[in-house]
């Protein structure tokens, strides 16, 4: 069997009845009661009939990614699927990474990310931050076009634009006050990036305006118990493995106000000998953006009995 790691996604990939094709599946079916007893509300329903507007609000896009990509590792482990040699998450991924390695149970994550895209959303109020996708140039570039578009308002102006997402060689995002967020995007596109998407976000996540939310999450964490780690997790923030309780604490603090180091998070995976990187959890986006970040390196998505199988079989 091929070395082999599990990354969970962020949010991005959600959709109304992202669990549907898993049926009536058991483990499926328990983590949505234990979410939804956490969370005090029915997760489940909100999942398979949303609307789309209620699954894209950030205070529920977090938990039920969360329990997506908790639902479909259990599936994995519950079908006689192996240990992997590693675990990571894209953002809020972290959490349910957490999770699967047993450093934090499903009813103690799903209220902690609630309770964090709460305070997300409450740092900056809706319409005043924004992010934007910038597509075709390398990430050193993206970050002195952020730099440049930054110094054209007066230092006062509390206007801000970071690189904040690196996703992969060719695609980073940014993310800051509106008006330096748009400036940076018109900088960038002059400097010979190919595109720069704005993002349908409600907040300018992991970038410096999110500190405020990371002081209330920390205070959060602190009353957090954490387990100690029964798989590697890789962190975000650092690329690092850690397994001291304090350190995981402000790996995730630091985590909501800093940027997503994919790449190097990818490149580290590689580097512990792993082949294949499985996505547990709806959509594919962890999983291309792992082929364009190393060739060499297999994506695979696991979100339904289908993709189950054949992740079972290549890693048989």
């Not at 970071?162 to 940076?184: H, L, M, W, Y």
């Not at 409600?202 to 500190?211: I, N, T």
């Not at 792993?274 to 291309?288: N, R």
Request: hydrophobic share 50%; proline share 6%.
């Amino acid at each position: 069997m091929p070395e082999f790691a599990f990354v969970f996604p962020g949010q991005g990939s959600q959709a109304v009845g992202m669990l549907d094709a898993w049926g009536d599946h058991p483990e499926v079916a328990k983590t949505i009661q234990e979410a939804s007893d956490a969370l005090g509300e029915d997760v489940g329903l909100l999942i398979k009939e949303g609307p789309k507007e209620a699954l894209a609000l950030t205070t529920n896009t977090q938990p039920v990614m969360l329990v997506a990509g908790v639902a479909a590792w259990r599936v994995w482990r519950a079908e006689g699927g192996a240990t992997p040699s590693v675990v990571a998450g894209h953002s809020l991924g972290e959490y349910s990474a957490l999770v699967a390695s047993g450093v934090l149970t499903l009813a103690q994550a799903a209220p902690l990310v609630r309770f964090r895209a709460a305070a997300m959303q409450e740092a900056v109020p809706v319409g005043t931050g924004a992010m934007a996708a910038i597509l075709g140039m390398e990430s050193d570039k993206v970050i002195a076009g952020c730099a440049e578009a930054q110094s054209l308002f007066p230092a006062a102006s509390g206007e801000v634009v970071e690189a904040v997402n690196f996703n992969d060689p060719a695609q980073t995002v940014i993310a800051g006050s509106k008006a330096a967020v748009e400036k940076a995007c018109e900088v960038l596109k002059a400097n010979g990036a190919k595109r720069a998407l704005p993002l349908p976000v409600s907040a300018p996540f992991h970038s410096s305006l999110m500190k405020p939310a990371a002081d209330k999450l920390r205070e959060k964490l602190a009353a957090t118990a954490l387990a100690t780690p029964q798989i590697p997790v890789l962190n975000n923030i650092d690329v690092s493995v850690e397994s001291d309780a304090d350190r995981i604490r402000d790996a995730l603090f630091r985590q909501a106000f800093g940027p997503v180091r994919w790449v190097e998070c990818v490149r580290a995976i590689k580097a512990r000998g792993v082949t294949v990187l499985v996505e547990s959890g709806p959509g594919k986006v962890l999983a291309g953006m792992t082929k364009r970040i190393d060739a060499d390196l297999t994506g695979l998505a696991l979100y339904d009995p289908a993709t189950l199988a054949e992740v079972k079989n290549l890693l048989a």
